[in-house]
């Protein structure tokens, strides 16, 4: 699922599969991440994907500040293209991810969403507004908090997206 807990021991790529293991090792203890040796770390379709049969291209994402405050909205701009050769329906999505917190938190949650039709050729500059309070969790004294902070906003069709942005809340 995409909005996993962060398990600090995250897969960086090099990770050797069970295909890749010779048939006499003795040990196939390959360090210490989070990762399925028959499987690898990331699903065959990410959350989200499949939703549209065009081809989209995100681009130009900006956000209107680098810092907000508890009780400001983030408003974030990006521009999505229609390079298919027919008119289709895109669901844009936005994520969050709180580098630091006093618990454990998802390594991306879904925010919004916005459904946007565009002819072949066509490409519409796209705004989100997410209120910094919607970036609040219940804490381990079970009451709702905002940490202060760095976070990365997302922004593309599906949840393995890799336009974003960083941004702080003071």
């Given amino acids: 699922y995409y909005n996993h807990n962060n ?8 990770e050797i599969g069970l295909d890749g293991i010779p048939e006499d090792a003795g040990n196939t203890f390959l360090g210490c991440t989070s ?20 081809y989209f291209e995100y681009s130009d994402l900006k956000l209107s500040a680098g ?17 298919g050769t027919m ?4 669901t844009v999505q936005l994520y969050v991810h709180d580098h630091v917190a006093s618990v454990t938190r998802p390594v991306k949650e879904l925010k919004q969403f916005r459904r946007v039709h565009l002819r072949k050729g066509e490409k519409q500059t796209i705004e989100f507004e997410l209120p ?8 381990a004294d079970l009451r709702p908090r905002i940490d202060s902070g760095d976070f990365t906003l997302f922004i593309g069709g599906n949840s393995e997206t890799t336009l974003s942005a960083i941004f702080s809340i003071k």
Avoid: C, W
Wanted: net charge negative; hydrophobic share 25%.
């Fill in 7 to 14: 398990t600090g021991r995250p897969a960086n790529g090099t």
């Fill in 35 to 54: 990762y399925y040796l028959d499987a690898g770390h990331k699903p065959m379709y990410p959350f989200g994907y499949g939703l549209s049969y065009g």
């Fill in 67 to 83: 810092e907000y405050g508890k009780d400001q909205t983030i408003k974030a701009r990006i521009t999505v293209a229609n390079n």
């Fill in 87 to 90: 008119d289709a329906t895109e």
């Fill in 132 to 139: 910094v309070s919607e970036l609040s969790y219940i804490g």
